[in-house]
């Protein structure tokens, strides 16, 4: 089974970066479909961004539109991890941040339910 640990929340001012880690252990995180999301309070999990394998062996993104522009997802296969860089902060974008995989394709950013391996969250607080 797939274990996914965050890590890299913290505090930063408006218009500041983040780059959020995400360790798989468990099994080989290059097969899965990886994303991020989040929750703030009061509020519903959103999608942010996730990255899956085509059958050739070459990756592909999402991002939703909030996200684009301003977050990067990328993988480092050799150290089975994922990460989202995180640029350009607003305070609108303070919420646990949660790591999160699926043997198969996403379906879209809305779908998260179906995603079968979540990490513990981790904070990230966006305010001067």
């Known amino acids: 089974q797939l274990r996914l640990v965050e890590s890299g929340g913290g505090l930063v001012q408006p218009g500041g970066s983040l780059r959020l880690s995400c360790a798989a252990s468990?099994?080989?995180?290059?097969?899965?479909?990886v994303g991020w999301f989040r929750q703030a309070p009061g509020k519903e999990r959103e999608g942010i961004s996730y990255?899956?394998?085509?059958?050739?062996?070459?990756?592909?993104?999402e991002y939703v539109d909030s996200a684009k522009g301003r977050f990067t997802i990328g993988r480092d296969n050799a150290k089975n991890m994922a990460y989202l860089q995180m640029n350009n902060l607003w305070p609108e974008d303070t919420a646990i941040y949660y790591c999160a995989a699926d043997y198969s394709p996403f379906c879209g950013l809305t779908n998260w339910r179906t995603i079968s391996s979540w990490g513990q969250g981790t904070q990230g607080t966006v305010s001067s």
């Open positions: 468990g099994d080989t995180l290059d097969q899965w479909t």
């Open positions: 990255s899956g394998r085509r059958d050739g062996g070459t990756f592909y993104t």
